[in-house]
DNA sequence: ATTTTTAGCTAACGATCGTTAGTTTTACAT
DNA sequence: ATGTAAAACTAACGATCGTTAGCTAAAAAT
């Protein structure tokens, strides 16, 4: 029998990570319950489990998800031809985009991932780890080039990213300043601080 | 009669909170028991009611500590005759000493806040609202003042204080670089990027 | 030395948690 | 229309949660 599929052909697997990606953003992965998903999903809690296999799975679902993707679009940028500087900008507006379109998802593997099982919290901390230490050679080659001022790049490294997952403050505000504003004024501020 | 003190004149409330920060941190508010608290205090759970009113009172402890530190640094900066950007310079610098010296406390703060009950989860928010308006409106001075160059004051806030954060990666891999090198590539990066 | 207060203990409460078992309903395939 | 497999339901399990009650031991005050 084929999979039942709810609106946006998505499976209702799907429905259930993306349900719960908001649950586990609004209230954290420990506090949010079984029972609150199966409410918003619109079901008993013992059906959920005819689509998943426990309640980590989900969280595994999303942290991966979220991981291959950066790693993945990091692949792209490294075979293009651009400049270290050009190359950074590049995955900086990634970085600002994917926080702002798929906000919930990011946000999770961003705060979440302390709950993951093992082995799946060593392997979710190897792909990290990995991934920076990409960006810092990056940068290392940027400075060498004297595209990038002489700045400790593991530090560079640090900021950015951590000033982009800042982004979710800004998300229950939206408010006051756009997105489009958002995004170049804060690639203004980190490419600048970068610049030779 | 007199508190009953243990190790550096502290209270056993207050190695109470000091305990149940580190545990706070390592596996999330809500993952966090009593029990596990107790274990590490060295007494049976049901004895930590004798020093404390509730698990989320010590939660509301460590974030009010915390905001209160932060509040209090900014009005001597205020209080001082500085530029704005030097005015920022410290501001940041403060933060990020912050990060180190309480790092435990400082994360629970940042990340854990969520879990406050009302109305202290309103309070909080509003004491947050306010300083990152105070920051905002600094960085407008400056930018009038020509000592800063223009930016969206909201978003050079947003962009600092997360990029400030992110020290926690940092914590869990003290080895590779030291503090003072962290802290002052850091304002370096982030002061250079608004220097007009 | 006696009284009073503090701080520890054991035991247990009601609630809620993730999950499983067993059964019934739904929906597609033939 | 009938058979079959997916997906829903009810009920309940064992575990763990924050917290309270009642009691005992320790320590300070008198």
Redesign the pocket.
């Known amino acids: ?4 599929r709810g609106k946006k052909n998505s ?2 697997k799907e429905v259930i990570i993306e349900k719960a990606s908001k649950l586990f953003r609004e209230k954290g992965f420990g506090a ?5 998903l ?1 409410v918003h999903v ?10 998943i ?4 799975e989900i969280l595994q679902a999303i942290c991966f998800r979220v991981a291959n993707e950066f790693i993945s679009h990091l692949d792209t940028v490294q075979a293009s031809r651009e400049s270290s500087l050009k190359k950074m900008e590049m995955i900086i507006r990634f970085h600002i985009r994917m926080m702002m379109d798929q906000y919930e998802y990011v946000y999770i593997s961003d705060h979440e991932w302390r709950h993951l099982p093992e082995p799946y919290l060593s392997n979710f901390l190897n792909q990290r780890r990995n991934y920076r230490k990409i960006l810092a050679e990056l940068i290392g080659e940027g400075i060498v080039k004297d595209e990038i001022k002489p700045i400790e790049p593991y530090v560079a490294v640090l900021t950015i990213l951590s000033a982009i997952s800042g982004i979710e403050s800004w998300q229950r505000s939206r408010k006051h300043i756009s997105a489009d504003v958002l995004e170049n004024n804060m690639v203004k501020y980190l490419i600048e601080g970068l610049k030779k």
């Not at 296999?53 to 980590?56: D, F, L, P, R, W």
């Open positions: 029998m084929a999979k039942i499976t209702k949010a319950s079984m029972r609150d199966a619109g079901v008993e809690a013992a059906s959920l489990y005819n689509h296999q426990s309640k980590s």
